[in-house]
């Protein structure tokens, strides 16, 4: 006669495949808001650059016409930039306060630099909202029919 032995529970065991699911869970969570947030940072950073680089072109088109028709200068007045790629910056979600246009190389370059809010989807449950990306271009004015001035 064949004698049934049961097998014993361990109780040292009760208990530990839960512990290890919820640091498992917890890992997999951060890995994919890391995912989820740091792709969508680096969206945002090159949408930032886009945007810098558009509002440059902008700038880049308020030309003096007082001075370009006659020949004298292709050059472009800081005022007149500014105001041409803040104009078109205020369709975009770009920070107005954050916007900076300079124009350099004695009218002929155009330089933005601006800042752009990334609103982050799991992050914030770790009480960080937004993360702040900087977009910073250069545009500069070229003229001719065949060559474009100073080109090589």
Do not use: C, W
Not at 24 to 44: C, F, H, Q, Y
Not at 46 to 60: N, P
């Amino acid at each position: 006669m064949a004698s049934t032995v049961r097998p014993r529970n361990d109780p040292g065991d009760r208990g530990s495949l839960s512990v290890m699911v919820a640091i498992m869970m917890t890992a997999i969570i951060l890995l994919i808001g890391l995912t989820v947030d740091g792709g969508g940072k680096m969206r945002a950073d090159a949408k930032a650059h886009d945007y810098a680089q558009e509002a440059a072109r902008a700038g880049g088109q308020a030309i003096d016409v007082s001075r370009a028709i006659p020949g004298e200068a292709i050059i472009v007045p800081k005022a007149d930039a500014d105001r041409a790629a803040r104009r078109y910056l205020a369709g975009t979600p770009v920070r107005q306060d954050s916007i900076d246009v300079d124009v350099v190389d004695n009218g002929r370059t155009i330089e933005v630099s601006l800042t752009l809010e990334y609103k982050t989807v799991v992050a914030a449950f770790f009480g960080a909202d937004t993360i702040s990306v900087q977009g910073h271009a250069r545009a500069g004015l070229v003229h001719g029919i065949r060559n474009p001035e100073d080109a090589p």
